[in-house]
Antibody
């Protein structure tokens, strides 16, 4: 079964750093992109960017370029989404998804709450 | 690029058919056959329902179908059932990806 399992919920303070993870299994991890998608409370889906785990090439949405970093460790079939300095506006659910021109499957989501 | 435009809500009675539109431009929806659709129930992760405009993944009901005309893609749900009540998002892929604004489907 193709599966993406994400790390657990996080509660952070503004200015703190954070890295969340997404571990793939059941398929060749280097054969597909991994994308990250944000969903703010009560809002729609926003594509953040993607990574090719085979060579760590990344492609970001202009809306997120410079605000987050996407990385991957193909040796452990895991992709990451990282912030160096969180803001309250980063509070959201974050999903990873195996990606081609479609997204399937999706991880279960990681809820990030940023509050002082 | 802006998000693709979808109606905020669509409703129908059980057994009816409904269609959700997804309007982009000639640079995204109209220019490529890379439109996909996702169903999201409250508190759950999205699920792929249609890819490459009109293809259904294994396990997705044949009550779901997709099409495209010009810069507008459409998702049709036939034989509407209570379990179809959810949010639906389209997505277009070019050199990057974009989602639609989302449509809440209500089964009356």
């Amino acid at each position: 079964e193709v599966q993406l399992v994400q790390s657990g919920a996080e509660v952070k303070k503004p200015g703190e750093s954070l890295r969340i993870s997404c571990k793939g299994s059941g398929y060749s991890f280097t054969s597909y992109w991994i994308s990250w998608v944000r969903q703010m409370p009560g809002k729609g889906l926003e594509w953040m960017g993607r990574i090719d785990p085979s060579d760590s090439y990344t492609n970001y949405s202009p809306s997120f370029q410079g605000h987050v970093t996407i990385s991957a460790d193909k040796s452990i079939s895991t992709a990451y989404l990282q912030w160096s300095s969180l803001k309250a506006s980063d509070t959201a659910m974050y999903y990873c998804a195996r990606a081609s021109d479609w997204f399937d499957p999706w991880g279960q989501g990681t809820l990030v709450t940023v509050s002082s | 690029q802006s998000a693709l435009t979808q109606p905020a809500s669509v409703s129908g009675s059980p057994g009816q058919s409904i269609t959700i539109s997804c309007t982009g431009t000639s640079s995204d929806v109209g220019g490529y056959n890379y439109v996909s659709w996702y169903q999201q129930h409250p508190g759950k992760a999205p699920k792929l329902m249609i890819y490459d405009v009109s293809n259904r993944p294994s396990g997705v009901s044949n009550r779901f179908s997709g099409s495209k005309s010009g810069n507008t893609a459409s998702l049709t749900i036939s034989g509407l059932q209570a379990e179809d009540e959810a949010d639906y998002y389209c997505s277009s892929y070019t050199s990057s990806s974009f989602f639609g604004t989302g449509t809440k489907v209500t089964v009356l």
